[in-house]
């Protein structure tokens, strides 16, 4: 059975910082490309930021560049993102997403609450 679970959100200040985990379990987690999305409320589902499966290669969104970092554990099965100096407009429910490219296979989670507030 195919498992994603996301944890570390919360509630934090602005400016303050986030740790962001997802689990992977029932697939070869070192086969998948590996990434972060978001959804604020009343707001398309965005793209954060990406890991290659031997985490090599990261891409981000323009407006995370600089203070969010993502990486990945293979031997743990779990993708992470840092975020650092977060800001109001970070506040979403963030998915981890495994894709492979090559059978075209996505899974996700179910999110984790980010809310950033004073």
């Known amino acids: 059975q195919v498992q994603l679970v996301e944890s570390g959100g919360g509630l934090v200040q602005p400016g303050g910082s986030l740790r962001l985990s997802c689990a992977a379990s029932g697939f070869t987690f070192s086969r998948y490309a590996m990434t972060w999305y978001r959804q604020a409320p009343g707001q398309e589902r965005e793209l954060v930021a990406a890991?290659?499966?031997?985490?090599?290669?990261?891409n981000y969104a323009d407006s995370v560049k600089g203070r969010f970092t993502i990486s990945r554990d293979n031997a743990k099965n779990t993708v992470y993102l840092q975020m650092n100096s977060l800001k109001p407009e970070d506040t979403a429910v963030y998915y981890c997403?495994?894709?492979?490219?090559?059978?075209?296979?996505?899974?996700w989670g179910k999110g984790t609450l980010v809310t950033v507030s004073p």
């Open positions: 997403n495994a894709h492979r490219k090559t059978f075209r296979i996505d899974y």
């Open positions: 890991i290659q499966n031997t985490g090599d290669s990261t």
